[in-house]
């Protein structure tokens, strides 16, 4: 009995100081009451498709996740392989992200995300903007931004080449593109810098020759279901060929024609910065790290000319498009989960602090309506520029296969190395399009 006793006086002490602690931990704030609400955060994972921006992204998550209560936001960055082989790897393992960054993968693994339909920023959405993700009824993505790809050129080394202020509607022709390279080496500058990476090669720059086949949508659409039926030439398609003509003037003027495969991403933005280059083929995505080296210099857009007719389409205009798409899961994360994802993704573009890691950190343009902040840099106001005098050519590489590009790519990294000529690259162009799913 008094072994009882004993045990229950034990025990009363016991609650009594654990009460005492639980309530000095409370009036404190201390570590220990932050552990037990971070345990109690709902985990979600984003896949980033953009690793140019990944620093910018992280910190944009940091200062979420300070705020958030119920979740815990990480990025899981792509690690070496494109956007269709780590979504496959990650839910053939069942570890599917809660959220990930979606182009032309979205026709192969639509069917594994969530109707967003009801969220608040769809009818803040630009026109057109959410046709690519619609679905019967359902949005099963988020658009991020609109982004631009060409030349990108540093104004200050090319009004030295000219000789005066450099205006982009010198250069209409191939010949106007030559004549300026020109111009820049009689600077002892060297002309362009080509990243040899397969996404840019492989998406952006082979998306020229598909979007400048013809100024009508449903034309040029065709010319793409028809190589892939195997009823197109390239070898005698003129727009082709005059894209091709476009990159071997490229390579010709290649800051790194001795090696070309060796720059690696950083390259470029350090090349054009500095002044060493006058011209560098990418897209505005660049100008963060751009700015980081030069925050002062004046950049813009040129378009890459396709033939020696001024008048030509392409010749005036850049590609402009929705490139990437926030989809939530639907088939693996659990209904907290899929919660928190939106939560986050409304704060991105809805919350005055997610707006301004929009467009001040990550460098993306709006294209929601209920946000008002302008983008600062030059890159992004040309874009706008070429938005409002029309003058843009459709992104058709969202519609490419989900192994498109990296096939496409690897083609035009052997043809940028001279491991192939242009015959055989029209032939591995061909033989891919005849095969793709």
Request: proline share 4%; with cysteine; charged share 25%.
């Amino acid at each position: 009995m008094k072994k009882v006793k004993l045990l229950s006086v034990l025990l009363s002490i016991t609650l009594v100081v654990g009460i005492l602690a639980g309530c000095g931990s409370k009036t404190t704030g201390g570590d220990s009451t932050n552990q037990s609400t971070s345990d109690k955060k709902v985990e979600v994972n984003i896949l980033m498709g953009k690793p140019e921006v990944a620093k910018q992204f992280e910190d944009i998550l940091a200062e979420y996740n300070k705020e958030s209560k119920t979740a815990k936001v990480s990025m899981v960055p792509l690690g070496g392989q494109n956007a269709y082989e780590k979504m496959t790897a990650l839910y053939a393992s069942n570890n599917a992200p809660t959220i990930s960054m979606v182009g032309q993968e979205f026709e192969s693994f639509k069917d594994k995300f969530l109707d967003l339909g009801g969220e608040s920023w769809v009818k803040n959405a630009m026109d057109g903007t959410l046709d690519y993700v619609k679905d019967d009824n359902k949005v099963l993505g988020m658009p991020v931004t609109v982004e631009a790809f060409g030349f990108i050129y540093n104004k200050k080394v090319l009004d030295e080449a000219v000789g005066g202020s450099f205006d982009p509607a010198m250069v209409k022709t191939t010949k106007d593109l030559e004549d300026l390279f020109k111009k820049i080496e009689a600077k002892g500058k060297q002309a362009l810098h080509i990243s040899p990476m397969d996404w840019s090669l492989g998406a952006h720059l082979t998306n020229i020759f598909f979007t400048t086949q013809s100024q009508n949508r449903d034309d040029r659409h065709k010319f793409m279901s028809d190589l892939k039926a195997g009823n197109v030439s390239l070898k005698d398609n003129k727009l082709f060929n005059g894209w091709l003509d476009t990159f071997d003037l490229m390579k010709k003027y290649n800051s790194a024609k001795a090696s070309p495969l060796s720059p690696q991403y950083e390259d470029g933005p350090q090349q054009l910065a500095t002044g060493q280059v006058g011209m560098w083929f990418m897209g505005n995505w660049a100008y963060p790290q751009i700015k980081e080296l030069d925050d002062s210099g004046e950049y813009g857009f040129l378009p890459v000319p396709v033939s020696n007719n001024a008048y030509d389409y392409g010749n005036s205009q850049i590609s402009v498009g929705v490139p990437s798409y926030w989809c939530v899961d639907a088939s693996q994360s659990s209904k907290e989960q899929q919660e928190e994802a939106k939560k986050f993704l409304s704060w991105l573009v809805n919350d005055p602090k997610g707006q301004d890691g929009y467009v001040n950190s990550l460098n993306f343009i709006p294209i929601y309506t209920n946000i008002t902040l302008k983008p600062a840099d030059p890159i992004s106001n040309n874009i706008l520029k070429y938005m409002s005098n029309k003058q843009t050519l459709e992104w058709m590489n969202n519609y490419y296969p989900a192994d498109g590009w990296p096939k496409m790519g690897a083609s035009m990294q052997k043809y940028l190395d001279n491991k192939i000529d242009r015959n055989g690259l029209v032939d591995e162009f061909e033989a891919y399009w005849k095969t793709a799913k």
